[in-house]
């Protein structure tokens, strides 16, 4: 029997290339999710990359059972999330933001345009 695993996908009510983000009030947010790696799947951070508008509130959510940290490579901020915790950043210049975990080989990159 294949263990259960965490699936982790971009929650924002619509299907992968439409849109990266939706509108919540005035600002569009985006959510990233970590896995939990099992035999099947690596642990990353699921998408990877996403394209967002400026001024997209991106959130960042733990749903495993393990801590990861997210820490971004231009020093924007540098957070440990336990499991079930979540970290937002407000995105608000354009440009190319690259993040890492610490604690396990997991990438990521923002594109904000």
Same mark, same amino acid.
């Given at each position: 029997?294949?263990?259960?695993?965490?699936?982790?996908?971009?929650?924002?009510?619509?299907?992968?290339?439409?849109?990266?983000?939706?509108?919540? /009030? *005035?600002?569009? =947010?985006?959510?990233?999710?970590?896995?939990?790696?099992?035999?099947? +799947? !690596?642990? &990353?951070?699921?998408?990877?990359?996403?394209?967002?508008?400026? /001024? *997209?509130?991106? =959130?960042?959510?733990?749903?495993?059972?393990?801590?990861?940290?997210? +820490? !971004?490579? &231009?020093?924007?901020?540098?957070?440990?999330?336990?499991?079930?915790?979540?970290?937002?950043?407000?995105?608000?210049?354009?440009?190319?933001?690259?993040?890492?975990?610490?604690?396990?080989?997991?990438?990521?990159?923002?594109?904000?345009?």
């Amino acid at each position: 029997m294949r263990e259960k695993g965490i699936i982790a996908i971009l929650i924002i009510g619509v299907l992968p290339g439409i849109s990266a983000c939706t509108k919540s /009030g *005035t600002n569009p =947010t985006a959510l990233i999710m970590m896995t939990d790696g099992d035999a099947h +799947v !690596s642990q &990353e951070f699921i998408p990877r990359t996403i394209t967002v508008p400026a /001024g *997209t509130m991106v =959130t960042w959510s733990n749903k495993n059972n393990v801590t990861h940290t997210v +820490v !971004s490579n &231009e020093g924007l901020f540098n957070e440990e999330l336990g499991p079930g915790d979540s970290f937002s950043y407000n995105f608000t210049s354009r440009g190319t933001y690259t993040y890492h975990c610490d604690l396990f080989d997991m990438v990521g990159m923002v594109y904000v345009k």
